[in-house]
């Protein structure tokens, strides 16, 4: 059957074929209908043409396709079909709307700021919370600062946001004081440790750079109670060590005399340089080193005095007795040479032709009459000729008592009542 010649069996309109394919055409009964006559067609026998380019079929001998699932009839009220287009475009939107437009979370609602008065207030009870806090609490600048850091928060933007600052600043300013004198303490605490283990002050360098660093600390903070307290720890441990250091001079001096009166020379500069090494780069040690280069320059001299000369040759031969295997000979040959240099030591008009000073001549008098006391006192026992050249050596500037105490040369004549009497006149 050719399609194209197909009419309406309502209008007699020919049918187009595109109405047909689109399954617009509908039959009933004996006859065709097309869209715009689908309303005249009765219901009861009413079925759609199929579409001619699916699956053929048979249609009134016709080859056709199978037919589509039919849309639902239409309303004989044109209307009514307007309408429910217009409905079907308004719900095809929206479905296009919902699938197209992503949705939307809604906003969240901004809080409500509380009223400004309301804010003030609060401020002010946290600014005021934070200063009973630093009252009662004035030695926890740990805490101080925690708590300044949380009001610091609540009072910002406000008229109390300066006022906790300054208690921030000033909390902060306090925990650095702390930790300052803390450090301070603890070098301090150091330094009095090492110097009670070290009478010698043998670690007087590590002390002095212990007290040093403490010293620098306290430079950093800008006033501290320690400040004053370090400085009389360090004077305290500077007097001790300056008075042992003048103790130790003191006895190397004592003992560099004893040797040098006995023309002992070596065991004088032996003397001085048993001074302890950490007292020689003191005011003390100096002088002893200059006396020490002295000692050295005297050895190394020729005597110039021929007087000077027989009186240390003297004093050299009695040194000299013990160990020559006959001391009493030596003390004789000495004592003898001594008489002689006692007599020109004690005539004014030698001591000028020899130029000898009067520090020579003080030294010719008392180590002399010395020694012969010591010759008396050990070899002859003559206690008054001992006792007068012993007092002789005393009236020319001898005060070793320390020697003449433990002097066993003047053992014979020590408990005698004439050497007792004279010791205690002149002993201070």
């Known amino acids: 059957m050719d399609r194209s010649a197909l009419c309406c069996a309502s209008c007699g309109q020919r049918l187009e074929p595109r109405d047909i394919a689109m399954g617009r055409v509908v039959e009933a009964g004996n006859g065709l209908f097309c869209p715009a006559c689908i309303g005249n067609a009765p219901l009861s026998a009413m079925t759609y043409v199929p579409d001619p380019h699916v699956s053929p079929t048979v249609l009134r001998g016709a080859p056709v396709v199978a037919a589509r699932r039919p849309p639902p009839p239409r309303s004989s009220n044109s209307a009514s079909f307007i309408v429910g287009g217009v409905i079907a475009l308004v719900a095809l939107g929206g479905l296009a709307a919902y699938l197209v437009i992503p949705s939307r979370a809604p906003a969240p609602r901004e809080p409500v700021s509380a009223p400004k008065e309301d804010r003030s207030k609060a401020a002010s009870s946290a600014a005021d919370a934070l200063d009973a806090y630093r009252q009662a609490n004035a030695n926890n600048p740990e805490g101080i600062l925690e708590q300044a850091r949380v009001a610091l928060t609540r009072v910002a933007g406000t008229a109390c946001e300066e006022r906790v600052r ?96 006995l023309e002992r020379l070596d065991d004088a500069i032996a003397a001085i340089d048993a001074l302890p090494e950490p007292f020689r780069d003191t005011v003390e040690g100096r002088a002893l080193e200059s006396r020490r280069r002295a000692l050295l320059a005297a050895k190394s001299a020729p005597v110039k005095s021929p007087l000077y000369d027989d009186y240390r040759r003297a004093t050299k031969m009695m040194n000299d007795a013990d160990a020559s295997g006959d001391p009493a000979k030596g003390y004789r040959e000495s004592a003898e040479l001594y008489f002689r240099v006692l007599d020109d030591a004690k005539n004014a008009q030698t001591v000028k032709q020899q130029k000898l000073t009067q520090a020579q001549v003080a030294e010719i008098l008392s180590v002399g009459h010395y020694n012969v006391a010591c010759y008396y006192s050990r070899f002859t026992k003559d206690v008054t000729k001992a006792v007068a050249h012993l007092e002789e050596s005393i009236k020319a500037g001898y005060n070793d008592w320390k020697h003449l105490d433990a002097d066993a040369d003047l053992d014979p004549i020590r408990k005698t009542e004439a050497y007792t009497t004279m010791v205690a006149k002149y002993r201070k």
């Open 166 to 261: 300054l208690v921030l600043r000033d909390a902060e300013r306090a925990l650095e004081a702390k930790r300052g004198e803390q450090t301070i303490g603890d070098l301090m605490a150091r330094a009095k440790e090492i110097a009670s283990k070290d009478p010698g002050f043998k670690r007087r360098p590590e002390v002095l750079a212990l007290y040093d660093q403490a010293k620098t600390a306290a430079a950093k903070l800008t006033s501290t109670p320690l400040s004053k307290t370090l400085f009389d720890a360090r004077g305290e441990y500077s007097q001790a060590f300056e008075a042992s250091a003048r103790k130790a001079a003191q006895a190397c001096r004592d003992e560099a005399d004893r040797f040098e009166r």
